[in-house]
C-alpha cells in the first residue's frame, strides 16, 4: 500500500508540474528586472522579486531597488480598458448563451420533432467553421453596420462561437438527467415549467460547466477581437497585449499581462471545478 | 388540483371544452424555443458561408483598383497545383493527429489521477484545470518561450549540466510536434475533467469484483474503467479534432507558420492568402477545402467508431 501511495503521488506531482511548469516559466519573466531578461541562459528563479512590470502595465513608473526604474507602459490605457471590457463582455456573453443554450439544448435532448437531425447538422457546422474564413464576411458585414469597435458587435460574433460549442455538449449532458417530465405532465404540469421548476434545478452541475466554458472562450477570444476591435474604446485584454508583440518587445510586461489574463477565469474555475465532476455525457445524435 | 374542485370542473368543463387551449405539439414547442436560436444560426452559418461561395468563385483584386471578376471554379482548382496548399494539407494532417493522440492520452491519465482518493482534490483539480484558462494565443506566447534556443528552460537544463550550447526545438523538424505538445496541454484538461465525471459513474463493485478476480491494474483499466468511457473518448475525440484544425491564433503567434513553411497549416495558409497577398478568392476556396477536410475527419471518426460505440 506504502508503494501504491508513493507512486500516486509522483504521478499527482509529475502531472501539476506538467500542468504548471509553461504557466511558470512564462510568467517568471514578470518577476524578473529587465537586465535578468537578457541573461543567457535564462536563471531557473528570478534573483530579487520586485513587481515592477505590474506598476508598468497600468501606467505608473517604477524604480527598482538597484536604482534603476522602467516607465510605464504605452499600451497601458488599452491594458486597463481590456481588463473591463473583457469581464463586461464575457459576463455579457455568458449569460446569454446560458439563456440560448439551456433550452435548445434541452429541447434537442428530450424531444422529438421534425427536421431535428438537420438542424443538429447546421450546429456541427457552425461548430466546424474556423474563423479565419469568416473574419472576411463578418469584418464586411460588420463596416456596413457600423459595428466595428464596438461592445455589442463583439458580443454578437463570440456568441456565435460560444452558442454552437455549448448547444454540442449541453445536448448529452440534459440527455443524463433522469426522465422525470413524463411523471411531471402527468401531474399537470406544463412543457415550460417542467424545464424552469424541475430540469433547471436538476441541472446545476451542467449549467456550472456551459457557464465556465462560454466565459473561458469569450475571455480569451483573441482573432475576432484582433480584427473587429483592436485599437478602439472597446478592445479587450488579449489584442491589447497582442500590442507589446508589435511594439518594441517588453517580456516583462508582457507575461504581467498574461498572469492578469489567467487570474479571472482561474477564479471562475476554482469556484465552479466540483461542479464539472458531475457532468457525464451521452450520445447527443441518437 | 384538490380532489374537492374536481366535480365543479367535471360540471364546467363540458361547455368550455370547445374552447380549451390544447397544448403545443413538441414540434411547435421546439420551434418556439429554437426559432430565435435558429435565426441566429442561420445568420451565423449562412451568411459567412454564402460570402464565402460568393469570394472563393471570384477573383477579387484591392491594387491598381478594386476589381471583382467571375472565374467560376478557377479557384478551387488552381489550389491542387499550389504547393504551399499541398504541404499545408500535410502539415494540418501532422498537427491534427499528434494533437489528437496526446490529448486523449493526457486527459486519460489525468482523469485517472484525479479520480484516485487524494487529500486536497480541489486544489488537484483546480491545478490541473489552469492550463484551460490559458488563451490559445497566451499558450502559443509560452510554449514558444519555453523551447527557444534563446530562452528556453532546454537551453538552461543543458547548461546546468555542463553543455555550452542552447537547445533549440523550434526547429524544421520538431516545429509540428511542439505545436501539437502545447495544444495538447491545452486541451487535456476539459478532456480530462469530462472524462473523470464519466468514471465517477462507473458502480464501486465492478472495481471489488475485478479485485476478487484479481486483475492487475492494468487490466482492471483495461476491461473495466475503459469500456465505459468509450463514448466520451468518441465525443471527444470528434471534438479535439475539429479544435486542432481550427487553431490558428496559437500557431500564429507561436511560429507565424514557420521556420520556412514547416508550420504552415491550412488556417495559417488561409491567412497568408487572404490578409497578407489578399487575394480573398482564393483563400475563400481553400477554406472550403478546410470546413470539408473538418466534417469528413469527423465524419470518418463516426464512421469507423462512433457508429459502434453510439448504441
Known amino acids: ?286 | 388540483m384538490a380532489v374537492g374542485s374536481a366535480d365543479q370542473a367535471i360540471q364546467v368543463s363540458t361547455p368550455t371544452a370547445k374552447t380549451r387551449r390544447r397544448e403545443m405539439s413538441d414540434t411547435r414547442f421546439a420551434f418556439m424555443i429554437g426559432l430565435p436560436v435558429l435565426a441566429f444560426l442561420l445568420i451565423v452559418v449562412a451568411y459567412p458561408l454564402g460570402y464565402s461561395i460568393y469570394m472563393s468563385l471570384h477573383q477579387i483584386v484591392f491594387f491598381g483598383g478594386y476589381r471583382v471578376t467571375f472565374v467560376g471554379f478557377k479557384n478551387f482548382i488552381d489550389v491542387w497545383s499550389d504547393k504551399s496548399f499541398i504541404n499545408a494539407i500535410w502539415v494540418t494532417l501532422r498537427f491534427t493527429i499528434e494533437s489528437v493522440v496526446l490529448t486523449m492520452i493526457l486527459g486519460l491519465l489525468l482523469a485517472s489521477i484525479m479520480n484516485q482518493q487524494i487529500r486536497m482534490a480541489g486544489v488537484v483539480r483546480t491545478l490541473l484545470f489552469l492550463p484551460w484558462c490559458v488563451s490559445s494565443y497566451a499558450a502559443g506566447l509560452m510554449f514558444g518561450q519555453m523551447v527557444k534556443g534563446q530562452t528556453g528552460i532546454f537551453t538552461t537544463i543543458a547548461f546546468a549540466f555542463g553543455g555550452t550550447q542552447g537547445v533549440d526545438l523550434m526547429s524544421r523538424a520538431t516545429v509540428v510536434e511542439v505545436l501539437a505538445v502545447a495544444n495538447a496541454w491545452l486541451m487535456a484538461p476539459l478532456v480530462a475533467f469530462f472524462i473523470l465525471a464519466n468514471m465517477k459513474t462507473i458502480p464501486k463493485r465492478l472495481y471489488d469484483l475485478a479485485a476478487i478476480d484479481r486483475l492487475t491494474s492494468w487490466e482492471t483499466f483495461r476491461y473495466v474503467t475503459l469500456p465505459p468511457l468509450q463514448f466520451s473518448l468518441f465525443v471527444f475525440s470528434s471534438i479535439t479534432t475539429v479544435l486542432s484544425m481550427k487553431m490558428f491564433d496559437m500557431i500564429l503567434v507561436m511560429t507565424s507558420g514557420g521556420p520556412g513553411t514547416a508550420s504552415a497549416t491550412l488556417t495559417y495558409q488561409i491567412y497568408k492568402r487572404s490578409f497578407k497577398d489578399l487575394n480573398l478568392g482564393y483563400g475563400a476556396a481553400m477554406s472550403f477545402y478546410l470546413l470539408f477536410f473538418i466534417l469528413g475527419s469527423t465524419f470518418l471518426i463516426y464512421l469507423v467508431w462512433g457508429r459502434r460505440v453510439s448504441r
Open chain 1, 1 to 286: 500500500m506504502a508503494k501504491r501511495s508513493f507512486f500516486l503521488y509522483l504521478a499527482i506531482a509529475v502531472a501539476i508540474v506538467w500542468s504548471l511548469f509553461p504557466i511558470y516559466w512564462f510568467c517568471r519573466m514578470a518577476f524578473l528586472t529587465p537586465d535578468q531578461i537578457r541573461l543567457f541562459p535564462q536563471p531557473f528563479l528570478p534573483g530579487v522579486f520586485e513587481l515592477g512590470a505590474f506598476y508598468n502595465i497600468f501606467g505608473y513608473d517604477y524604480t527598482y531597488a538597484a536604482g534603476f526604474s522602467t516607465g510605464a507602459s504605452g499600451q497601458s490605457n488599452q491594458i486597463i480598458r481590456g481588463v473591463f471590457n473583457g469581464l463586461f463582455i464575457s459576463g455579457v456573453v455568458t449569460v446569454i448563451t446560458l439563456i440560448i443554450v439551456l433550452p435548445l439544448a434541452y429541447v434537442f435532448a428530450r424531444m422529438d420533432f421534425r427536421h431535428k437531425e438537420k438542424l443538429l447538422f447546421a450546429v456541427l457546422l457552425s461548430v466546424a467553421l474556423p474563423p479565419v474564413s469568416t473574419l472576411i464576411p463578418f469584418y464586411s458585414m460588420y463596416v456596413q453596420l457600423g459595428l466595428t469597435g464596438t461592445r455589442f458587435g463583439l458580443i454578437l460574433v463570440t456568441l456565435t462561437i460560444t452558442v454552437p460549442f455549448v448547444a454540442w455538449m449541453l445536448i448529452g449532458y440534459f440527455r443524463n438527467v433522469p426522465p422525470i417530465e413524463r411523471l411531471a405532465r402527468i401531474d399537470g404540469y406544463s412543457r415550460m415549467s417542467c424545464f424552469l421548476t424541475l430540469i433547471l434545478p436538476l441541472s446545476k452541475s451542467g449549467i456550472a460547466v456551459a457557464a465556465v466554458i462560454a466565459f473561458l472562450f469569450s475571455w480569451n477570444e483573441y482573432t475576432y477581437a484582433l480584427v473587429l476591435v483592436n485599437g478602439t474604446s472597446a478592445n479587450t485584454l488579449p489584442p491589447a497585449i497582442s500590442g507589446f508583440l508589435a511594439q518594441y518587445p517588453e517580456p516583462g510586461n508582457l507575461a504581467a499581462s498574461i498572469i492578469v489574463t489567467i487570474i479571472p477565469p482561474a477564479l471562475f474555475a476554482f469556484f465552479l471545478q466540483r461542479h464539472v465532476t458531475e457532468m457525464s455525457l451521452v450520445d447527443p445524435v441518437r
